[in-house]
């Protein structure tokens, strides 16, 4: 089921595991957001978010909103989190720090999501988010295993 106004999801890269594709696929807000995840051509994944008219913080700078940005960010950890921790099963976020560097003004903005800590209880993923080359947002993510 697709949102109103929702693009719908992209096609996926062969390297997303079934248990990604179906977290996606079963996240309508993943469907408004308009996520698109993509593997490089060293394997890394890359997670990225076009500005539209609907992700407005801002409309006299067209801006970012700032829940856009912050659910980008969780959606981007939490399939991390299934990638680099072989997880069964969806990962659920006990607490966020999302913290808001300068303005993310309309365009394509990427997230770089790296695990800070694995431990036998939490998970804790750090995700920057950039517009170019500009660094407009971090946010840090602790998951229950």
Same mark, same amino acid.
């Given at each position: 089921? $697709?949102?109103?106004?929702?693009?719908?999801?992209?096609?996926?890269?062969?390297?997303?595991?079934?248990l990604?594709?179906?977290v996606?696929?079963?996240?309508?807000?993943?469907?408004?957001?308009?996520?698109?995840? !993509?593997?490089?051509?060293?394997g890394?994944?890359?997670y990225q978010?076009?500005?539209?008219?609907?992700?407005?913080?801002?409309?006299?700078?067209?801006?970012?909103?700032?829940?856009?940005?912050?659910?980008f960010?969780?959606?981007?950890? !939490?399939?991390?989190?299934?990638?680099?921790?072989?997880?069964?099963?969806?990962?659920?976020?006990?607490?966020?720090?999302?913290?808001?560097l300068?303005?993310?003004?309309?365009? $394509?903005? *990427?997230?770089?999501? *790296?695990?800070?800590?694995?431990?036998?209880?939490?998970?804790?993923v !750090?995700?920057d988010?950039?517009?170019?080359?500009?660094?407009?947002? $971090?946010?840090?993510?602790?998951?229950?295993?």
């Amino acid at each position: 089921m $697709t949102a109103p106004g929702a693009e719908p999801l992209p096609a996926y890269c062969a390297g997303l595991s079934e248990l990604q594709k179906q977290v996606l696929d079963d996240t309508p807000y993943v469907h408004f957001l308009g996520l698109k995840v !993509s593997r490089e051509d060293d394997g890394t994944t890359c997670y990225q978010l076009c500005f539209r008219e609907e992700h407005i913080g801002n409309p006299l700078l067209r801006t970012f909103h700032g829940g856009i940005l912050a659910s980008f960010g969780e959606v981007v950890a !939490s399939l991390h989190v299934l990638e680099e921790a072989g997880m069964q099963q969806q990962p659920l976020c006990t607490s966020l720090t999302f913290d808001y560097l300068r303005p993310a003004f309309s365009g $394509t903005i *990427r997230a770089v999501p *790296r695990v800070v800590r694995s431990g036998r209880r939490f998970i804790v993923v !750090s995700v920057d988010i950039f517009l170019d080359k500009s660094h407009v947002s $971090t946010g840090r993510f602790i998951y229950a295993r």
